[in-house]
């Protein structure tokens, strides 16, 4: 049942932004022989924004089958099956402590691999809606359905099969590798998210609980989401660092947008 959960969430993640685009996409370019390109696609502010919120609605189903598998329609506890606890030697503060450290080594290895546009970063440039919903997402529902999918059902699974080894293996390989579909060309990005992937699911092998993992993946996600949101007003900031005196800096600071 784990494969067949992490294969529909695959096939949910593809499908649904797209269902979801589709009936603007053929109206709108209807009088396009052939059909738009992929660039013209994603240059296209609404479509882009239809596919985030496509993608926000393929985690809600992903988790509603996770939840039905996991308790078998409520008989079970989803807390307790999963491992959703803390290990007596890997609480809270470590948890956020370690997650800080991956986004520190993560942006290291961004700065010196990283830097090539990637499909990811053309969603958050194409309007602001779209890079909120992109924010939101990363916070709000990633963590929480991958690490149930990944390290909770698939990991839990493959260890029962095949060994702790081997789970470690496959999960990270297998979340790693379908990341590569949003960050390629992207080395830095790539490198990052592999990494982040092998230690969340080291600790899955060496703690036997999943909270703490999401916890690692939310404070993750979390930091970008935050840079998201806050990026105008950072750039804004910068602008205005360079260019006016402290209190041009000021005004330009709190004068919304």
Request: positive net charge; glycine residues 6%; hydrophobic residues 55%.
């Amino acid at each position: 049942m784990a494969a067949l959960v992490w294969l529909a969430s695959v096939v949910l993640t593809l499908m649904i932004p797209q269902l979801c685009a589709l009936p603007y996409v053929v109206t709108h370019y209807r009088s396009i022989a052939g059909g738009p390109t992929k660039e013209t696609l994603l240059s296209d502010k609404t479509f882009v924004l239809l596919l985030v919120i496509g993608l926000f609605v393929a985690h809600l189903i992903t988790l509603a089958l996770a939840w039905a598998v996991v308790t078998r329609l409520g008989k079970l506890s989803f807390k307790k099956t999963l491992g959703l606890s803390w290990p007596a030697n890997f609480g809270a503060w470590k948890s956020i402590g370690l997650a800080f450290l991956l986004f520190i080594i993560a942006m290291l290895i961004l700065k010196k691999f990283g830097g090539q546009d990637n499909d990811l970063q053309r969603i958050l440039n194409s309007s602001r809606a779209a890079a909120l919903v992109v924010a939101f997402i990363a916070a709000a529902t990633a963590p929480l359905i991958e690490e149930v999918v990944y390290r909770g059902l698939l990991y839990s699974t493959l260890q029962r099969l095949a060994g702790p080894i081997t789970g470690v293996i496959v999960v990270t390989s297998v979340f790693a590798g379908l990341h590569v579909l949003q960050y390629w060309p992207d080395a830095g990005a790539i490198a990052s998210i592999s990494l982040l992937s092998l230690v969340l699911t080291l600790i899955r092998a060496r703690t036997g609980r999943l909270l703490p993992c999401y916890v690692i993946h939310l404070v993750f996600n979390g930091i970008q989401s935050v840079l998201i949101v806050a990026e105008p007003y950072l750039r804004a900031l910068y602008e205005a660092w360079r260019q006016k005196p402290l209190t041009g800096v000021l005004h330009t600071l709190f004068t919304p947008f």
